[in-house]
Nanobody
Framework: QVQLVESGGGLVQAGGSLRLFCAVS????????MGWFRQTPGKEREFVAAIRWGSGSTSYADSVKGRFTISRDIAKNLVDLQMSSLKPEDTDVYYC??????????????????WGPGTQVTVSS
């Protein structure tokens, strides 16, 4: 079992930056993938970024490439998402997730086994 808790959300002006954190507890393996997704009420949850727990390999959605950076601190059991050049369309609830499989990094909701409760990010124009 893996437990995930997000923090760091809030209100920021367009063009600003925000850093989200995901505290990871429970048993993790080096092949696990940790991902960030986001969702607007009434819309489907969408992939943002992911990182392999052991290798640090990363994957990003096209909409955030060059603006968001995902990283992990194994010693502290943390995954963070540094978000820069934020746009109003980045406003969403952001969720941390964990994929237990040994496959390559996946970007679909169904691939992830564990989810955090989410943290709200609001970008004002």
């Amino acid at each position: 079992q893996v437990q995930l808790v997000e923090s760091g959300g809030g209100l920021v002006q367009a063009g600003g930056s925000l850093r989200l954190f995901c505290a990871v507890s429970g048993r993790t393996e080096r092949w696990y993938t940790m991902g960030w997704f986001r969702q607007t009420p009434g819309k489907e949850r969408e992939f943002v970024a992911a990182i392999r727990w052991g290798s640090g390999s990363t994957s990003y959605a096209d909409s955030v490439k060059g603006r968001f950076t995902i990283s992990r601190d194994i010693a502290k059991n943390l995954v963070d998402l540094q978000m820069s050049s934020l746009k109003p369309e980045d406003t969403d609830v952001y969720y941390c997730a964990a994929d237990r499989s040994i496959s390559t990094i996946r970007q679909t909701i169904e691939a992830y086994d564990y989810w955090g409760p989410g943290t709200q990010v609001t970008v004002s124009s």
